[in-house]
């Protein structure tokens, strides 16, 4: 019998240091196949920003989205809501229905539910990384208070739905489109599920945790809002799937996790990305690259959370070589040297992209690409531009690599 599957072993895995000893002796050290180049220490580079980070969080008490509420808003105190980016006041009718400005952001709209999402991701996934670094309960107390304000206590927690989410004023109170808005609990989802491990977290907290997850997930698959973002042609349905593979993964969905595997490859790979690699529908788009930068962020995110040893997301690929490796192949260039761009350059943000782009870091290590990993660690890890950090969901390393090494060892 192997020693990882042996009952002592079990029970070793088991305990509070279980998720750190995993990491320190599988995921820190990525050693490339046949080469003497040094090992890529995942644990060496994240360990200063994540303790900084975590002790700065440990302060912070929750926000959710009962402590502010927008006159615009057709919801309640508990719904979650948000106004569609590009929509503006009219100036031939200033008090009428909102018209569309496309890639322009209305610096006017209300953000407040939306940061407090960021905000929440933020200290949970710090929470998370910081639990995985040094095994100590607190940071998962601290987490766990956090999750149970969002999504237990009756008093602050968030509805399970976005029916109000990027609502236009005079147009719609809420639309498909919002659905986007909660790419931000995935490292949510992923952060409640690492330090679960933990005998600080009551079972009973993580049943309640998962319930909510249950709730919206079966929303996110019932409501024609979330249907409509399901069948949306372009980042909308890739980011649809994310979010709905992170909380089938969380609440044990295995039946969801299998049609969102089927999606990526018969919808995805063939009817959005182009031979070479891009994506025509955010090329067209006022944002070209950064847009295309969120796609292959969120294919790498399916990727990553819904693959299986025997189906994996990462190395499929159709007869004329579309898949994930012809994607990074594409984009990776442009990430290197953005000089290099050959389209139009994005009317806002420009300078502020690239930043540690989650595809890159998931793809160096899935492929054997030293390069990429490199040109990660060179980018930054922690941007403050909100335009930035909102479309940058995954920024939690260490909460992907101690499950996912974890996984491919019991694997052998």
């Known amino acids: 019998m192997s020693y990882l599957r042996s009952p002592g072993f079990q029970r070793f895995r088991s305990s509070a240091f279980c998720t750190l000893a995993l990491v320190a002796n599988l995921a820190a050290r990525v050693a490339w196949a046949g080469s003497d180049k040094p090992a890529f220490d995942i644990v060496a580079i994240e360990r200063p920003r994540i303790m900084e980070k975590a002790a700065k969080y440990l302060r912070e008490e929750p926000v959710t989205v009962t402590a502010s509420h927008c006159e615009r808003s057709a919801g309640g105190k508990h719904d979650f809501f948000s106004e569609g980016d590009y929509w503006w006041p009219d100036p031939k009718d200033p008090n009428g229905p909102y018209i569309q400005r496309d890639g322009m952001s209305n610096p006017d709209n209300f953000v407040e539910h939306r ?80 330090i679960s491990k933990s005998p600080a977290f009551a079972a009973r907290d993580f049943e309640d945790i998962k319930s909510w997850f249950r709730e919206y997930l079966k929303w996110l698959t ?140 998931f793809a160096g290590v899935k492929f054997n690409k030293p390069v990429y990993l490199k040109v990660w660690e060179g980018l930054k890890a922690d941007v403050q531009t909100p335009e930035v950090v909102r479309n940058v969901p995954l920024r939690h390393p260490l909460l992907w690599f101690s499950d996912a090494k974890a996984k491919t060892e019991k694997s052998k």
């Open 222 to 361: 019932t409501h024609p809002y979330g249907t409509e973002e399901r069948a949306a042609k372009n980042n909308h349905g890739v980011c649809w799937a994310m979010q709905a593979a992170a909380f089938a993964q969380l609440v044990g969905d295995e039946q969801e996790l299998a049609e969102i595997r089927e999606q990526f490859k018969s919808v995805f790979v063939p009817n959005q990305m182009a031979k070479d690699g891009s994506f025509p529908a955010e090329l067209r788009r006022t944002k070209p690259y950064g847009y295309s930068l969120f796609v292959i962020d969120a294919m790498a995110g399916v990727a990553q959370i819904a693959s299986t040893p025997e189906d994996d997301l990462w190395n499929f690929e159709l007869s004329d070589g579309r898949g994930m490796k012809k994607a990074m192949e594409f984009i990776f260039p442009y990430i290197q040297d953005k000089s290099r761009w050959p389209g139009n350059h994005d009317v806002l943000y420009w300078d502020e992209w690239p930043v540690r782009q989650p595809s890159l870091l």
């Open 115 to 194: 940061h407090a999402m960021i905000r929440l991701s933020e200290i949970v996934a710090t929470m998370a990384s910081a639990y995985v670094l040094t095994g100590d309960d607190k940071y998962v107390r601290h987490g766990l208070k956090h999750l149970k304000a969002w999504f237990v206590d009756p008093e602050t927690k968030m509805n399970p739905n976005l029916l109000y989410g990027q609502a236009i004023k005079g147009k719609a109170t809420g639309r498909s489109a919002g659905v986007i808005d909660t790419i931000h609990l995935v490292e949510v989802a992923r952060g409640a599920m690492v």
